[in-house]
């Protein structure tokens, strides 16, 4: 048996935060009352008698999410090959330059003259998306991808208005991240779905066959969310703009693909960027991610406002922007992400941003052909950034996906993306990204050969898996038809 | 590169398993006129030496690496954050997980996640809270979606003009493709929002206030409870400074049905207006519909008690266009972050630094009002105030910034009605010097 990096560890209890703490213990230390009392004078009405917070010493709190990190798994902890969610590292000095402290205490509503240094960061990284992705505008106010999808979307409403045109369908891939049509949805527009074709890419054909003058256009991903380049995404976009739509471009897997496409000549008009996938920001167990839009000149009227103008050598935010679709977001968005972005962009330069697409690409290829006698690879086209497997062989001795992936976690791997796309039935996706060397890659596949092997040999090993974390399989149905969300 | 770890060798070997002869064979099914032409026009690779310099100057390009002290509020917040909670939540095992999609490895993220939700519930007054919204403004965007949801046929919704401009906007955007009515409710001379029309507003399915207010006036939640039932709509209750129900009951104590807002005072630096919080809860009888991720308690397969993302199938990877939003990445770390403060704090540190909040910008508001300002409103405010002056502020305004000293925010550029009125705010982090000298130089 090839042993991953895990094995059994020491794993401490650690209760609710309210099950600890005694009332009148502090881990926060009280400024200085320098000016006299006066709440009393509040109408009693108002008044809140007191809020049910435990109350903790400081190595109460230390002890609690020291705790609670050792129960968790990040990108530093080990491989986290989740498809389509592009964990690469996430470098340590954009964290420390985001705190630089003129940057992380800037109020978001100084004047334009007090704000150069966050302005700056902001034209610059507008400027470098811009360059990157071969398109001519970009506005960084998106707070994710699924927001960047939105303002898309409320930009190809706000453009066919301007026009005076009534369009209420858009055509969307079966491969599609659900974000897609949720965000045209709440856009109004009706999705139309578009079955991709038994290679895995679109078929020109059944876009043109489904394109029409009441489509507002398409959204597709490129790469695919199948891992495969859209080769006829040409032919695709001609077909759109020749009954006057618009293409939107999910730019998830950016990273197959930095300096190598050029996404104004495929023909894209608006693409978001998933700052926390590309561009190494981290992602929290959940965010904050950032999602600029990237677009077309003649889409750029319709930015969200405002964004963020150069004069002379001065930076200006410019508001007078009449075909705006508005504000997404209180201020600028979730801008330290931005920064952190900025900050990897300077580290990297244009050759290192093109060499982590290719090392991505790479390690994608690396892995498919090194699992395809073992796993059922769902597609024969070359693959760019991650490669999709089924359970197709292992189904034959009752060994699902879920199983695999569930040892995968005992040996100290996060498992790939599993059951998505939806088009691949127990789907296993991997997307190594860039930041795994080869020995890593290879004491990764070499146990997940094994747990194939044991599966064959030993099912319910597969099926009783994770045995050594803290807790194992847990009850989802329960958890679903019981909701208890607060304690 | 350093985070670039192959090797010239290794990538020979690995290209020969995939039976390539350089890195550019990988590419050659994407067409030609596809391709980027030339070289990314990008700067030249930075050192981390040479990138920490070049941080250094662009912060002191801002004027936040040169002053004493912003009295400036409006939605983004100066308090004390512990060291504690920075260190803490920045573990790298926090930091750089992804969604807690598997939960087994990410109980960490999970727990806490659950702890912010019930920590949030608490706060707020509501039975239920949802796992983050990406700021203040969404958040309302999203509340006010909700109800429309909950409300069916009903399209219109209120919303009172004392809500923040910049959150009013969002909402903006966001209903803009619906065929939706949005009515905004004015003011009464106290400050507070003038509900007396409701009445005649048909097809009303939600009322929206903030409280404290734009303005930091202080609403009469429980008497607008009653007058918004009474027409039956819902009662979306949002606000911009959380810390003001250490002091002041909160709105589910007042009979809100939705209660939103931002969450950046708990612990997050203000980083010119993000990552902030977007903060969400509601009734359990309305659970079913709430947007973005939840996360539920439950036991695992030998019966111990555990966390997962529950509720699934409201979301968009599930019900794709019929999802309750297309939200997916929230504000995770922020999350944990304003639980880890808010664990700090405890409830009777909260009480306590909401207290000296209310005393210090009351100190602030009598001494301006001493010094000859006139409150442009008459109700109790927390935190922040607004002012209108018998000359001119500008000049007073422009001699603080010399000393470094931002007090004020002009309120023309969001409320024409009252240009020359400006908006001050002081919180513990306001030294009683600092307030002396801003009405010094009123006084003179």
């Given at each position: 048996m090839t042993h991953g990096p895990g094995i059994s560890g020491l794993i401490l209890e650690e209760p609710l935060l309210w099950e600890k703490g005694k009332q009148g213990r502090s881990a926060f230390s009280m400024p200085e009352q320098d000016v006299p009392e006066?709440?009393?004078?509040?109408?009693?009405?108002?008044?809140?008698?007191?809020?049910?917070f435990p109350d903790l010493s400081e190595v109460d709190v230390v002890r609690h999410y020291t705790r609670l990190s050792g129960w968790n798994f990040g990108v530093d902890t080990g491989m986290y090959p989740l498809g389509s969610c592009t964990m690469k590292y996430n470098p340590k000095i954009n964290e420390k330059m985001a705190a630089t402290p003129g940057i992380a205490m800037?109020?978001?509503?100084?004047?334009d003259e007090l704000s150069q240094g966050t302005l700056q960061v902001m034209f610059e990284l507008q400027t470098f998306l811009a360059n990157l992705t071969g398109m001519d505008a970009v506005s960084l106010?998106?707070?994710a991808g699924a927001q960047g999808e939105m303002a898309g979307m409320l930009l190809f409403a706000a453009y066919f208005r301007k026009k005076g045109e009534k369009r209420t369908k858009i055509l969307i891939p079966d491969?599609?991240?659900?974000?897609n049509p949720a965000s045209a949805a709440l856009c109004g527009f009706k999705p139309v779905l578009l079955e991709s074709s038994p290679d895995g890419t679109l078929d020109v054909q059944t876009v043109a066959d489904l394109m029409d003058e009441e489509t507002v256009g398409i959204m597709l991903t490129n790469p695919n969310t199948l891992g495969l380049?859209?080769?006829?995404i040409r032919e695709i976009t001609a077909i759109i703009h020749a009954k006057g739509g618009l293409v939107y471009g999910d730019?998830?897997?950016?990273n197959a693909v930095m300096g190598i496409v050029d996404f104004k000549r495929c023909g894209v008009d608006v693409m978001h960027l998933n700052l926390h996938k590309t561009f190494s920001t981290p992602h929290g167990g959940g965010g904050p991610g950032a999602g600029p839009i990237c677009v077309v000149e003649k889409l750029?009227?319709?930015?969200?406002?405002p964004w963020v103008i150069k004069t002379g050598s001065s930076y200006h935010l410019e508001y007078?922007?009449?075909?705006s679709i508005g504000r997404?977001?209180?201020?600028?968005?979730?801008f330290s992400v931005l920064v952190k972005a900025y900050s990897y962009i300077l580290s990297m330069g244009a050759k290192n941003l093109k060499k982590a697409s290719q090392l991505a690409v790479l390690n994608a290829n690396y892995v498919r052909e090194s699992l395809r006698d073992v796993l059922h690879l769902a597609y024969e086209k070359p693959c760019m950034h991650e490669c999709v497997f089924s359970d197709k062989i292992q189904n034959e001795y009752k060994i699902t996906t879920l199983d695999m992936a569930k040892r995968l976690i005992d040996h100290g791997y996060h498992p790939p993306?599993?059951?998505?796309?939806?088009?691949?039935?127990?789907a296993i996706m991997i997307e190594p990204t860039e930041t795994e060397n080869k020995d890593d890659l290879d004491q990764f596949i070499a146990v997940f050969k094994d747990v194939i092997r044991e599966g064959r040999e030993d099912g319910e090993r597969l099926r009783q898996a994770?045995?050594?974390?803290?807790?194992?399989?847990?009850d989802e149905t329960l958890a679903a038809r019981r909701p208890c969300l607060v304690g | 590169m350093r985070y670039l770890p192959h090797t010239d060798t290794e990538i020979k070997e690995m290209l020969a398993v995939t039976g390539?002869?350089?890195?550019?064979?990988?590419?050659?099914?994407?067409p030609e006129e596809c391709r980027y032409q030339g070289?990314?026009?990008?700067p030249e690779q930075l050192s981390e030496w040479a990138l920490s310099d070049h941080f250094q100057s662009l912060g002191t390009h801002n004027s936040a690496s040169s002053?004493?002290?912003?009295?400036?509020?409006?939605g983004s917040y100066s308090h004390n954050i512990p060291e504690i909670v920075p260190s803490l939540i920045g573990r790298s095992e926090f930091l750089?997980?992804?969604?807690?999609?598997?939960?087994e490895m990410a109980q960490g993220t999970l727990q806490g996640i659950f702890e912010y939700q019930t920590l949030t519930a608490r706060l707020l007054g509501m039975e239920v809270a949802n796992a983050?919204?990406?700021d203040g403004a969404s958040a309302l965007a999203e509340a006010i979606l909700m109800a429309l949801r909950i409300a069916r046929k009903k399209r219109t919704i209120a919303i009172s003009t004392a809500i923040h401009p910049r959150y009013r906007e969002v909402v903006r955007s966001y209903l803009q493709a619906g065929s939706f009515t949005i009515i905004e409710l004015p003011l009464t001379k106290d400050g507070?929002?003038?509900?007396?029309?409701?009445?005649?507003?048909?097809?009303?399915a939600a009322v929206a206030l903030q409280?404290?207010?734009?303005?930091?006036v202080v609403e009469d939640l429980a008497t607008a409870a009653d007058t918004i039932h009474d027409i039956k709509a819902l009662f979306i209750s949002c606000f911009?400074?959380?810390?003001?129900y250490g002091l002041f009951r909160n709105p589910g104590a007042c009979g809100a049905d939705i209660v939103c807002g931002e969450g950046?005072?708990?612990?997050?630096?203000q980083s010119f207006g993000g990552p902030g919080l977007g903060m969400f809860a509601c009734r359990t009888k309305n659970q079913r519909t709430i947007p973005g991720r939840v996360v539920g308690e439950t036991v695992d397969v030998d019966g111990k008690r555990g966390y997962v993302l529950t509720l699934?199938?409201?979301e968009q990877h599930i019900?794709?266009?019929?999802?309750?939003?297309?939200?997916?990445?929230?504000q995770g770390i922020c999350a944990l972050t304003a639980a880890a403060y808010m664990a700090s704090l405890g409830g009777t540190g909260l009480r306590r630094v909401a207290k000296l909040n209310y005393d210090k910008a009351d100190y602030l508001k009598k001494g301006m009002v001493q010094a000859g300002a006139k409150l442009l409103f008459s109700a109790p405010t927390f935190n922040e105030f607004a002012l209108t002056f018998p000359n001119d502020f500008e000049p007073a305004r422009k001699r603080l910034l010399d000393k470094g000293i931002i007090a004020g925010m002009g309120l023309g550029s969001f409320y024409k009605e009252y240009e020359g009125a400006y908006l001050f705010c002081a919180t513990e982090t306001a030294s009683k010097a600092v307030l002396d000298a801003v009405i010094k130089e009123v006084q003179s």
């Open positions: 006066a709440f009393s004078e509040i109408d009693e009405n108002l008044l809140e008698s007191g809020i049910d800037a109020h978001p509503l100084l004047a106010q998106p707070a491969t599609a991240h659900g974000t380049f859209e080769e006829s730019g998830a897997n950016m750029q009227p319709f930015l969200p406002k007078d922007c009449p075909d997404l977001h209180a201020f600028f968005g979730n993306t599993i059951y998505f796309p939806l088009v691949v039935p127990g994770p045995t050594i974390t803290k807790i194992r399989r847990l | 390539h002869d350089q890195l550019e064979d990988l590419f050659t099914h994407i070289e990314v026009d990008l002053t004493k002290a912003v009295l400036l509020g409006a750089t997980a992804y969604t807690p999609y598997q939960p983050s919204m990406y507070r929002t003038d509900l007396s029309g409701l009445q005649d507003i048909d097809d009303l409280s404290p207010n734009f303005f930091g911009s400074e959380p810390f003001a950046q005072s708990f612990g997050m630096s699934s199938t409201r019900r794709r266009e019929k999802a309750t939003s297309n939200i997916c990445s929230n």
